[in-house]
């Protein structure tokens, strides 16, 4: 019995030893792996936040390749470089490419509840929006509905409060809006249409000349910093600050969901994590550089700079509230993200007023 237990535990013992020692090299291997994807985008070469700059979609992809020691590398692809501007979902659903930078809400022709994933009017704010997609069940439906075309989805940047956008002429009432052509995307847009305005989507780089030559009379993009890069100023005088339509605005981050499962746990940590960051860090960025631009667009520019009419504002938001629930009763996806959204804002609205702003009204 000794003898048979000495050799057991001998024979035990190596067997530990020989797993104990193949296991870092296990380890080593899948460490040394590495990964070269493709990142297209829905926006032009060089524009800020959207494409460069702090919690860009260009630093997301450094940090990335920092953070997994070189191991994911990910080459950046503004629009037009590698396929078109709004061809970044079909491109990654089919594998063409593994990540595309856009905002969901581009998608709303084949999805509708993808809206709900950039912003809402008179929704939440960034602060609420982070909540919910974080920590409300947002990122959850998010994935669910992106899983049918084999995607993942997730957060990588906010603006924060939009502007209203730039006027050709002033909007004294309601009426001032029926006729009006509107560069303006998203559930905003529905709104619009609702009245009487006609609604364009068009590219960023295409707003200016279309607003200069009365292509369109009215145009929306972002706030002052991006606006006046566009040179949106020089097209129009007017700029309307009330951001009801986009409280808060997400970029979306979409990855190839075979490409995603290729991926060991470790990098689809660095992934979440730089997006977390970019997520973060863009709006800081914003929320920095929109308070100088807007000075000089109205010391320097000569920009009118005002919020809409009280019972403009009092039309839009019963017109919304109508529009969502039209679209949320004619498509049951849509629906259910609706339905969520707004249970989520009830209960960050609660809160909301007995902390940012009850500080906000001192």
Known sequence: MTL?????????????????????????????????????????????FYVQGPGSPTDFCKKVEILSGGRLKIQHFAAGELIPAMEGFDAVSKGLVEMNAANAYFWAGRIPAAQYFTTVPFGMNTQGMNAWIYHGGGLELWNQIYAEHGLVAMPMGNTGTQMTGWFRKPIENV???????????????????????????????????????????????????????????????????????????????????????????????????????????????????????????????????????????????????????????ADKTTRKVHDAFMDFRGKHESWAAVSEKAFMML
Not at 302 to 320: H, I, N, Q, S, W
């Open 175 to 329: 009426g001032d809006l029926d006729g009006l052509k509107m560069r303006i995307p998203g559930l905003a847009g529905r709104v619009y249409a609702e009245l009487g305005v006609t609604v364009r989507l068009l590219p960023g780089g295409e707003i200016f000349p279309a607003l200069e030559r009365g292509v369109i009379d009215a145009a929306e993009f972002v706030g002052p910093y991006q606006d006046r890069r566009l040179g949106l100023h020089k097209a129009a005088k007017y700029y309307y600050t009330t951001g009801w339509h986009e409280p808060t605005n997400v970029t979306e981050l979409i990855i190839n969901k075979k490409a995603w499962d290729s991926l060991p746990e470790d990098l689809r940590a660095v992934v979440r994590t730089a997006a977390q960051a970019c997520n973060v860090e863009s709006h800081a960025w914003c929320e920095a550089v929109n308070a100088d631009a807007l000075t000089d667009l109205v010391t320097n520019e000569g920009v009118d700079a005002r919020p809409l009419p009280a019972d403009v504002v009092a039309k839009l938001k019963e017109v919304t509230a109508e529009t969502l629930e039209s679209l949320a009763k």
């Open 4 to 48: 048979n237990r000495r050799k057991f535990l001998a024979t035990a013992g190596a067997a530990a030893s020989g797993a104990i020692l193949g296991a870092p090299a296990i380890v080593r291997a899948e460490s040394q792996t590495t990964f070269n994807w493709k990142m297209t985008n829905a926006y032009p070469p060089g524009a800020p």
